[in-house]
DNA sequence: GACCGCGCTTCCGCTGAACGGAAGGATGGA
DNA sequence: TCCATCCTTCCGTTCAGCGGAAGCGCGGTC
């Protein structure tokens, strides 16, 4: 019933960030897929590139899909143009600094920059975390077509900390402060221990298309401290992207 | 005459880093599909994630096979143990710091971190490279098993500048060299106007994995003085790769 | 050393999904 | 209004994909 094209792309999905070395019977179990037609589809992916075969004889993805996938422009795209910014805005805070981008009702991670003495956070490039518990997630929903933000609010909220906002209409009270200072500051949403600030990321035409936010440890430190610094990046990431060719949607 | 699946990465590889953006045409030309099958299978691409539609029409790739393939254990998985380190190696020496790995005959880019101030250079993340231009490239090419060694020193080596190594005698005499000091140093081989130097990332089970160069530009500076820090950094990944729980093949 | 279990690989005949030529929009420029 | 370009839909044919089954290789167990 389903098509070739899809039964591929379920292959790939199969992988995840907790198993992304699977055995051939796992990922057609993963896949669902009987193992012969698991065998020939993982067997072209390999040949292409797409997937490889470690040592231990189990499969992982592979280079060549990741250089393809670089050219996604809200990925390594638009992370090519706001890294020397980050970098910047890491060597003053010297916190967590981290980029995402809207995708569903969820935000996707595109960059996370940390030197070895910054707080460990449990975000990663490429993973997902719900629109109303982050910093940059607030930031993305004050954004948000009405719509989308309606469907967020609307569906139930889970709780993370005691400190996670579940409740929409004080929500949407957050987010229209988001909306007139240009800022999120997200506490003790998503971990007790840490909290993040976050702006706004706009493509050429005005529209938000990214969420920058640092993330500092709860314990005393004043947000408001970081507020001009990740305005001014957000600032000034949105101006490179103007001035770039690249448009993003 | 081919199968589906390798039409679909056929598909996928259509994009380029000088065209990341193509109309539905220009795709089923670039993978020479007739129209129809390209429509069916973009349409396909599109509904699942891969493939993205901007506001243009025009398509791109999607963030969904972009998180897939952050899953790439030399790709962003490297990455991820390396980043702490190259950023406070960039810290020290404010210079271009990357990351890479050998794939073929060729350097394959995994990371590139700058601020602002620092030399362009025209490598670019996912991106590839010859083993014998670059510093990182002869550090891979140095521990590479002997047969890719001989096979690479075989074929014609191409010239990018006056002071490109392309004798397979000397290039042979730099390896022992890169084997021995545990450091290349490329000096103007891809561009003159700058020079890198390189050192040998090592897996948990001691074979070099990846390698690591400082972009620094060649008027003047002493590259020597960069040889610490680059090596000391290489082995700090090396220790941390060792400590992680992944294994790169 | 014979047996078993498990995971991978290969084979092969059937079938329905993929194929792509052609016709039909939609848009925009001359 | 006409033409050019690009996108979308349709539909009959065919052959590539499918997957059950059998075979292989290895490591553990009695």
Redesign the pocket.
Same mark, same amino acid.
Do not use: D, N, Q
């Given at each position: 019933? *389903? &098509? #070739? &094209?899809?039964?591929v792309l379920d292959v790939l999905a199969a992988f995840s960030a907790d198993r992304p070395r $699977? &055995? $051939?019977?796992? $990922?057609?179990a993963r896949a669902g897929? *009987?193992?012969? &037609?698991?065998?020939? $589809? #993982?067997?072209?992916l390999t040949a292409w590139g797409a997937l490889e075969?470690g040592d231990d004889?189990?499969y992982h993805v592979g280079l060549r899909l990741w250089e393809v996938a670089a050219l996604a422009p809200r990925g390594l795209g638009l992370r090519e143009t706001a890294m020397p910014f980050l970098e910047d805005l890491y060597e003053v805070t010297r916190q967590n600094v981290q980029l995402a981008v809207l995708d569903g009702t969820e935000v996707v991670y595109v960059e996370r920059l940390a030197g070895r003495s910054s707080v460990h956070v449990f975000t990663r490039v490429g993973g997902r975390l719900p629109l109303h518990a982050t910093g940059v997630g607030l930031v993305l929903l004050a954004h948000a077509d009405p719509g989308l933000r309606e469907r967020v609010l609307a569906a139930p909220l889970r709780r993370y900390t005691a400190k996670t906002v579940c409740d929409p209409a004080e929500l949407r009270r957050m987010l229209a402060d988001v909306r007139t200072t240009g800022v999120a500051i997200s506490d003790g949403q998503i971990e007790l221990i840490s909290l993040s600030v976050a702006a706004p990321v706009r493509g050429p035409n005005g529209d938000v298309v990214a969420a920058l936010s640092v993330v500092v440890p709860s314990d005393g430190t004043n947000p408001h401290s970081f507020v001009p610094a990740v305005r001014a990046t957000a600032r000034g990431i949105s101006r490179a992207l103007a001035a770039s060719e690249h448009h993003f949607q």
């Open positions: 019933m *389903p &098509t #070739v &094209t899809a039964r $699977l &055995t $051939l019977s796992e $990922l057609a897929l *009987p193992l012969s &037609t698991a065998h020939r $589809l #993982v067997g072209e075969r004889g189990r």
